[in-house]
């Protein structure tokens, strides 16, 4: 994803905001939970205010929501359960914004369409991230598809600014569940990999024969007496006919 490579070299440049908010007292699960409640206002102003503003304002918490693991870098104080709660709150956020915009489409004449449309694209955007979570707790790198959280945000906020919120439904009600299959796919070819991987091995174990020479001896000289006294009572009966 492009995203993922901007958004990594965005990161290693704000460490410095990061470390001045860190010398302010902030730490990063206050900017976290800080993040929920801006989008959470952004939400009402698209839904009770002007949509325009609104989304220009989704473009700011956006942002603002990378600000809280530049605070972590900068200070050292990541954590397993600062990286849980933010993942967390981050789906909220992503919900609470298409609250809102379900709020505004239900006063247009596009109720209707535009509420299964923003069903679709919610459920959309949360599988994302839950198939990439199950495929990480199960060991595969899952950052496949096409609408990440950042591309979903820019292609909301532009067509909220343009007053064409049903285009952005249109397009994430797609997208965002043909992204969530597109991972499916990436983590079902990645486990038949390791399935061949291991039986391979297996197939092509050499058999161990042994090469102990007295073993052999002991197991092959009763046959031989076996042979030899064979041979002896053949002897004496042709010996009695003649």
Not at 146 to 151: F, G, N, S, T
Not at 208 to 230: G, H, I, L
């Amino acid at each position: 994803m492009i995203s993922e490579h901007i958004g990594a070299w965005i990161r290693t440049r704000i460490l410095f905001i990061g470390r001045f908010l860190g010398n302010l007292g902030l730490t990063p699960n206050m900017l976290t939970i800080a993040g929920l409640l801006l989008n959470a206002g952004v939400a009402a102003v698209i839904a009770f205010w002007d949509i325009r503003i609104g989304g220009i304002l989704l473009l700011f918490a956006s942002a603002f929501d990378m600000l809280d693991g530049a605070v972590a870098r900068a200070t050292g104080k990541t954590s397993k359960f600062g990286g849980f709660l933010d993942s967390t709150l981050d789906r909220y956020s992503e919900s609470i914004v298409y609250l809102g915009v379900l709020l505004y489409i239900v006063d247009t004449t596009d109720a209707k369409t535009g509420s299964i449309l923003t069903l679709l694209a919610t459920t959309g955007a949360l599988l994302i991230s839950y198939t990439r979570a199950r495929a990480e707790a199960a060991g595969y790198h899952a950052s496949v598809g096409l609408v990440a959280r950042p591309e979903r945000v820019i292609l909301l906020a532009i067509c909220l600014i343009l007053k064409e919120p049903l285009w952005a439904l249109w397009a994430l009600a797609i997208l965002t569940h043909l992204t969530a299959f597109t991972r499916i796919a990436h983590v079902w070819r990645l486990s038949q990999q390791d399935v061949a991987s291991t039986v391979q091995p297996a197939a092509s174990t050499p058999r161990v024969v042994s090469t102990n020479t007295n073993t052999k001896t002991v197991k092959t000289a009763p046959a031989q007496d076996n042979v030899q006294t064979s041979r002896r009572a053949q002897r004496r009966k042709s010996g009695t006919r003649r």
